[in-house]
């Protein structure tokens, strides 16, 4: 299995820290999303809900803007947990987010196990779908 260098039980911990900031009034439904870089960063955020539902933030929107905040770069491992602190499979909206971020070889913890980006969001629309058409 990849990601022998990530350590994992570390980043669900920070995940499952994050859970506990949650501001989830409407679903009462934390999440927790940890992140650590290509160069050893780690990030951790947590979903955060608004009265108008359709605006709520998903955990993964805070983890990229803490990425951007801190320098950016890539994403080489993440952990997203819900309240029973196991690994929750990120949205479809958030798993382009991750796309962005960190790229096909970015690991996922899963519930069947860690997974490349790639294999969770396949053919994935990306930056060079916007390059390759560059104007065409
Ligand atoms: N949620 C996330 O934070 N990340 C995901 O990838 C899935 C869903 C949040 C959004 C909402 O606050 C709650 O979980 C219930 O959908």
Partial sequence: MPGPGIDWEALRLAAVAAATHAYCPYSRFPVGVA???TDGRTYAACNVENAAYGVG???ECGLVSALH???GGQFAGVYCVGADGRALMPCGRCRQLLWENGGGDCLLMTPVGIRAMADVLPQAFGR????????T
């Fill in 128 to 135: 060079d779908d916007l390059d390759r058409l560059a104007g």
């Fill in 35 to 37: 992140g650590i870089t």
């Fill in 69 to 71: 905040m801190g320098g």
């Fill in 57 to 59: 933030l998903c955990a």
